[in-house]
């Protein structure tokens, strides 16, 4: 089975632009998680989506958006980018269960010039 | 607002021995998750823990959950290279939402 893609794996954008990140969850998981993961720090929370909704929200401005799709797919809108938002940004998916065990993807990594 | 916090945050020891790493929480939690990061790569999940005295083994690795203490403890027995990566502990907590807060990590290396 395949699991957690994202893309693209690497991006490159100037301060002021908008960039959208995609990710896929493992098939049958339907909340999708969105970190951000600046280089020597643990992630840091930014959404939390489960079937189609947004249950949980980090303390990031509101450049910072996301949806779910029917399919649980799941997309992360930054708008009017900043150097600071150079980072990692992880997706993870899961099933919500007893254990919430989330699977994270490979990552997207944001460079902001 | 719930706090993680690991320690040691960066761990050097010699291949053959062990140590271990701690990690506390500043409220009541749900579980507790153990992740490996090799650099450059993304997060695998080691372990999930539900309750108090829950203990999992796999491996080299050892974690356990005090939920009374609110402490984790990830334990490395007889230490290879290959273990050298970066461990987070990670707290669920469920509020009206489900929120994972990470510990901020601990960098280990382990020399042959």
């Known amino acids: 089975d395949a699991g957690v893609t994202q893309s693209p794996t690497h991006l490159i954008k100037t301060r002021g632009q908008h960039v959208t990140l995609r990710c896929s969850p493992i098939s049958g998981h339907k909340s999708v998680s969105w970190y951000q993961q600046v280089l020597g720090q643990g992630p840091q929370f930014i959404f939390q989506?489960?079937?189609?909704?947004?249950?949980g929200r980090g303390n990031f401005p509101d450049r910072f958006s996301a949806r779910q799709f029917p399919n649980y797919s799941s997309e992360l809108n930054v708008n009017a980018l900043l150097l600071g938002d150079s980072a990692l940004y992880l997706c993870?998916?899961?099933?919500?269960?007893?254990?919430?065990?989330?699977?994270f993807g490979p990552g997207t990594r944001l460079t902001v010039l | 607002e719930l706090k993680v916090e690991q320690n040691p945050l960066f761990l050097s020891m010699q291949e053959g021995k062990n140590y271990t790493i701690y990690c506390n929480y500043s409220t009541t939690s749900d579980r507790l998750y153990w992740y490996r990061q090799d650099p450059g790569k993304s997060l695998e999940s080691l372990f999930v823990?539900?309750?108090?005295?829950a203990v999992k083994q796999e491996g080299r690795l050892m974690a356990s959950l005090d939920t009374k203490a609110r402490l984790s403890t990830l334990h490395i027995t007889a230490a290879v290279h290959d273990l050298s990566a970066t461990y987070f502990c990670a707290v669920d907590m469920k509020t009206s939402y489900d929120k994972v807060i990470f510990g901020p990590g601990t960098s280990l290396s382990v020399i042959p």
């Open positions: 823990l539900l309750s108090n005295g």
């Open positions: 989506y489960y079937e189609k909704e947004e249950r």
């Open positions: 993870a998916s899961s099933t919500r269960g007893r254990y919430n065990e989330q699977f």
